[in-house]
C-alpha cells in the first residue's frame, strides 16, 4: 500500500464526519498476553500463566477488514509480542500485502532476532525507564539493560540506518534520573526518544481493577515531590536544547512541561493537559485473545473470532459510541497518558 491516495484521504474525513470506520490507518496488535518483564508500573506480567496469543489464522483473517480499510500501519505490542513463536509469521503475512509493522518490545530479546527483525519489521520502539541500575530495578529482570542495550548495538551494527526509538514512562521512580536516561539512550545509539507519564488510574495493562492509593503511591509522583519535578524538568529545556530542537526527545518543550502539569492534576494544583485525541476514529487495539477496543482505555467491543474487523468497528453500537465520545469531557481521556490525534493528511508510509 505505498503512498496515499486521495480517496483515502477523502475516507479518513468521512470517517471523522460519519463516525463509520471506512478507512483506518492505524491497528495495534497483542500478538502474545504475557511479558518477559516485571515492571512496578505494569500488571500485564500477572497474568503470564493465562496464556493468550494471535495465531496465524487471526492475522490471515484480518487481511480483508485491513484491506477494505486500508489499513498502512500495525504496531506489534503487548505483553512481549517476540514471545509469540509465529511472531515472524505473521509479520510475513502484514509485510506481503504492504502493511508498515512497528515493534514495541521490552528490547531482551531483540539481539537474538535481529535478522528476522531487519527482515521483517520495518521499526521498533524499545522501553528504557533509567541507567542501568534504575532500569533493571524497575524491569525487575537482571541484566535488562545490558540486553537492551547490546540488542540495540547489534542491529545498528548490522544495519545503522536502521530505526530504533526510545520510550520511558516518567514517574516516581525514575524522574531524577531523567537526564541519565536522555544519556543512555544517545549512548546505545537510539534514534529518538520519547517521554510519557505513568497510567495509574485506568483498567489498562490487565488491571482487574483501578488501582487504590496504596499502589498509585508507589508510582505517582507525591505532591511534595512536584518542586523537584519542576527542577528537574526546568533543567532538561536548558541543558538540551539541541536536542529538542533536532528532534532527537520527540516531544516538545511544553509537552514535557506538561508531564508535570499531569501529576499535579491529582492534587488539584491544575487541569490535566488538554490532549486533542482522534484514536478511535483512526485506529483499534485487537488483544491477544481477539478482544477489539476502540483503545487501550476503552471496553470491548467484539471479537475478531466471532465477527469482521469492519463489522466491528461499524456495528451500531460502535458507531453509537463514537458519535457521543466527548474526548474533552470523558474521564479516561482526561487522565488519558498516550493519546492519539492524527490527521486525514497525514501519510504513515
Given at each position: 500500500m505505498p503512498g496515499q491516495s486521495l480517496y483515502h484521504t477523502f475516507k479518513r474525513y468521512r470517517t471523522l464526519q460519519t463516525h463509520r470506520i471506512s478507512a483506518l490507518p492505524i491497528v495495534i496488535l497483542m500478538p502474545h498476553s504475557a511479558c518477559n518483564c516485571r515492571c512496578v508500573m505494569c500488571d500485564i506480567w500477572k497474568d503470564n500463566k493465562n496464556l493468550k496469543q494471535l495465531t496465524e489464522k487471526d492475522i490471515s483473517g484480518l487481511l480483508a477488514?485491513?484491506?477494505?480499510?486500508?489499513?498502512?500501519?500495525?504496531?506489534?505490542?503487548?505483553?512481549?509480542?517476540?514471545?509469540?513463536?509465529?511472531?515472524?509469521?505473521?509479520?510475513?503475512?502484514?509485510?506481503?500485502?504492504?502493511?508498515?509493522?512497528?515493534?514495541?518490545t521490552t528490547g531482551l530479546s531483540i539481539k537474538n532476532n535481529a535478522e528476522q527483525l531487519l527482515t521483517w519489521v520495518d521499526d521498533l520502539i524499545v522501553s528504557l525507564d533509567g541507567d542501568e541500575p534504575l532500569h533493571d530495578a524497575i524491569r525487575n529482570i537482571p541484566n535488562a539493560f545490558r540486553k537492551l542495550k547490546e540488542g540495540v548495538e547489534y542491529i545498528k551494527k548490522l544495519n545503522p540506518a536502521y530505526r530504533i526509538t526510545g520510550r520511558t514512562v516518567i514517574h516516581r521512580l525514575n524522574f531524577r534520573n531523567w537526564a541519565a536516561i536522555i544519556a543512555e539512550s544517545k549512548k546505545m545509539g537510539?534514534?529518538?526518544i520519547s517521554f510519557l507519564p505513568a497510567d495509574v488510574s485506568s483498567h489498562a495493562f490487565n488491571r482487574q481493577q483501578a488501582w487504590e492509593e496504596?499502589?498509585?503511591?508507589?508510582?505517582?509522583?507525591?505532591?511534595?515531590?512536584?518542586?523537584?519535578?519542576?527542577?528537574?524538568?526546568?533543567?532538561?529545556?536548558?541543558?538540551y536544547d539541541a536536542e529538542f530542537e533536532n528532534g532527537f526527545i520527540a516531544e516538545s518543550r511544553a509537552k514535557i512541561k506538561d508531564v508535570y502539569h499531569y501529576y499535579a492534576a491529582f492534587y488539584g494544583l491544575n487541569a490535566f493537559p488538554f490532549k486533542k485525541c482522534n484514536a478511535p476514529w483512526v485506529s483499534t487495539v485487537v488483544e491477544a485473545d481477539g478482544a477489539v477496543r476502540p483503545c487501550f482505555f476503552m471496553d470491548t467491543m467484539g471479537n475478531i473470532r466471532d465477527k469482521s474487523l469492519d463489522d466491528i468497528l461499524n456495528s451500531k453500537e460502535a458507531v453509537a459510541f463514537r458519535k457521543s465520545l466527548n474526548t474533552s469531557a470523558n474521564p479516561a481521556c482526561i487522565k488519558c497518558v498516550c493519546s492519539l490525534n492524527l490527521s486525514p493528511l497525514t501519510s504513515l508510509s
Open positions: 477488514s485491513l484491506k477494505k480499510m486500508g489499513t498502512r500501519q500495525v504496531l506489534m505490542s503487548g505483553g512481549e509480542a517476540l514471545l509469540n513463536t509465529n511472531f515472524f509469521v505473521l509479520c510475513r503475512i502484514l509485510k506481503n500485502v504492504g502493511i508498515k509493522v512497528t515493534l514495541l537510539l534514534d529518538q496504596p499502589r498509585q503511591d508507589e508510582i505517582l509522583i507525591a505532591e511534595r515531590e512536584l518542586p523537584e519535578l519542576n527542577k528537574v524538568i526546568d533543567h532538561l529545556l536548558k541543558e
